[in-house]
C-alpha cells in the first residue's frame, strides 16, 4: 500500500532591526515594557496621515536577497491588504503582493517563492486588564519581513532546521533579532498530505512561537490528515491554531483567499525603481555581507577540524564564533583552536544560557587570547583560566592583570615550591613511607597536599617531578 506524503511549505515573519518604524520617525522597539509610547498619527492609522518609507528597512531586504541567492526586484509598489481587526486600524495592511522585494531564493535546499516587506500590526492583550481587552500599538508599523518558501519540505525535522539556520542567518546579517520567544520571528505552516503527485488539501497552522511548536503542529497535523483520509473523510482547507498544552491543533476559521484581501496598489506611497539605486545592485550588496552561518561552519569542521558538535555551539551563537576567529587571530599555537573552543563552548557559553548577555562587551577577544596564552605557556593552570573568565565576564579588565591580582599564576618557580615539598613531605610520613613501599597511589595524595598547601598554584606536573625527586 503506498504511503502519504507529508507536503510543507513555511511562511516566515521576522521584525527587521531599524531604528524606527517602516513608514514614520517613531522608534521601533515594539518590546518595550512600557505600551503605547512610540506611536504617531501615521503608525496609529490617524485618517489623513501619510506614511513615507524607511530606506533601511528596504536595504535589509535587498541583503537579505542578496544573502539568499534571490533575484532583487528591479520595480516594487505596495499593496493595501484589507482586513479588519482591532490591531489594524486602517482597516488594511500595508503590504506587497504583485511586486516583492525578492523572488526566487534557496536556503539550506529550500526553494523560497518571494521575500515581501510589510508592516507588522499592533498588539492585543486579553488579560491585562479587567474592563476588556487592550491594544499596544508600539508594535503598528514596525517593518516586517515575510518568507514564503514553495511547498517542498517533507518532514518536521526539515522544517526546523531551515527556520534555524534561516534564524541565524538574519542574525549574522544583522537584520533581525529573530528570538521566537518575544515574537520577533513567527512561522505559519501549510501542511498537506498525498498518496499521489497531487498536492492534498491543505491546512494552515498559524502563530508557531517556538521550533517545538513548529515540529509539534506539522507531527500532529500529518496524523490527524492521515487518519481523517483513511476513514474515507476530506480535509477542510482551514486555519488551525496550536496549542502547546494539549500537543494538538484546533480549527479557527476558513482560510481568507487572496480575493477576499481585496489588494489594491498603496496610493500614498510612490513606486519604487530600486534598479535606478546604484548602492543597491547586487554586487555592491553582496560586498556588505559577512561570513554567513553555512560557510563558517564549513571552515570549522572541515579547515579547522573542530568536532560538529563544538562548532555548532558557535556558528550558532555568532558573538562566541567572532571571540573564537579573533583569538585565533591573536595566538599561534597548534593548541590555540582546540583550548579557544573548549572555553567558549563550555564556559562562556554557560553564562551566556545564565542570561548574561552584555558580557561580550568586557569578555573581548584581546583578553581571551591573553588567557589562552597564559594557559599555552603554563602560566595558568586550566581552574586558573576559568576564574580569570569569570571575572572577565563579570568586571572585564586585562586578564594578566587579573591573573596577577588573584595569585593565579602557577608556581614553577622552584625554589618556592620546594619549601613546599620539603614541608609536605616531613608532614606525612605515613604517606611517604606507603609510597617507597611500591603504592603509587600515595604519590597522587602528596601532590594534593601541594596543591592544597599552594591554595591551587602550583604546576601540578612540576610538584609531581619535584617530589619524586625528593623521595628518591
Ligand atoms: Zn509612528
Known sequence: MKTYTPTIGLEVHAELLTESKLFCGCRNDPNSDDPNMFICPICVGYPGALPYMNKQAVEHMLRIGVALGGELASFTEFDRKHYFYPDIPKGYQISQYAFPLVKHASLNKVGIERIHLEEDTAKSAHDVCSRG?????????????????????????????????????????????????????????????????????????????????????????????????????????????????????????????????????????????????????????????????????????????LDAKKADVLVKNKPLGDLFDGVLQTVEHADAIRLTANYLSSDVMQYVEEGNDTLFERLTADALAEVIQMLIDGELSSRGAKEVIAVLVKEGGAARG???????????????????????????????????????????????????????????TKAQELLKEALK
Open 133 to 305: 481587552s487592550v491594544i499596544d500599538f508600539n508594535r503598528s508599523g514596525v517593518p516586517l519581513m515575510e518568507l514564503v518558501t514553495e511547498p517542498v519540505i517533507h518532514s518536521a525535522e526539515e522544517a526546523r532546521a531551515f527556520g534555524d539556520i534561516l534564524q541565524q542567518t538574519l542574525r549574522y546579517l544583522g537584520v533581525a533579532r529573530a528570538r521566537m520567544e518575544w515574537g520577533e520571528m513567527r512561522v505559519e505552516a501549510n501542511i498537506s498530505v498525498s498518496k499521489t503527485d497531487t498536492l492534498g488539501t491543505k491546512v494552515e497552522v498559524k502563530n508557531l512561537n517556538s521550533f517545538k511548536a513548529v515540529s509539534g503542529a506539522i507531527e500532529y497535523e500529518i496524523e490527524r490528515q492521515t487518519a481523517l483520509l483513511e476513514q474515507g473523510e476530506q480535509i477542510a482547507q482551514e486555519t488551525r491554531g496550536w496549542n502547546e498544552n494539549t500537543g494538538k491543533t484546533f480549527s479557527q476559521r476558513s482560510k481568507e483567499t487572496s480575493a477576499e484581501y481585496r489588494y489594491m496598489p498603496e496610493p500614498d506611497l510612490p513606486k519604487y525603481y530600486i534598479d535606478r539605486m546604484p548602492e543597491w545592485d547586487a554586487e555592491s550588496l553582496r560586498a556588505t555581507l559577512p561570513e554567513l552561518p553555512e560557510r563558517r561552519m564549513e571552515r570549522y569542521t572541515e579547515e579547522l577540524k
Open 402 to 460: 587579573i591573573a596577577e591580582r588573584q595569585g593565579l599564576f602557577q608556581e614553577s618557580d622552584e625554589s618556592a615550591l620546594q619549601e613546599v615539598i620539603t614541608k609536605v613531605v616531613a608532614g606525612n610520613e605515613a604517606a611517604v613511607a606507603e609510597y617507597k613501599a611500591g603504592k603509587e597511589q600515595a604519590l597522587q595524595f602528596l601532590v594534593g597536599q601541594v596543591m592544597k598547601e599552594t591554595r591551587g598554584s602550583a604546576n601540578p
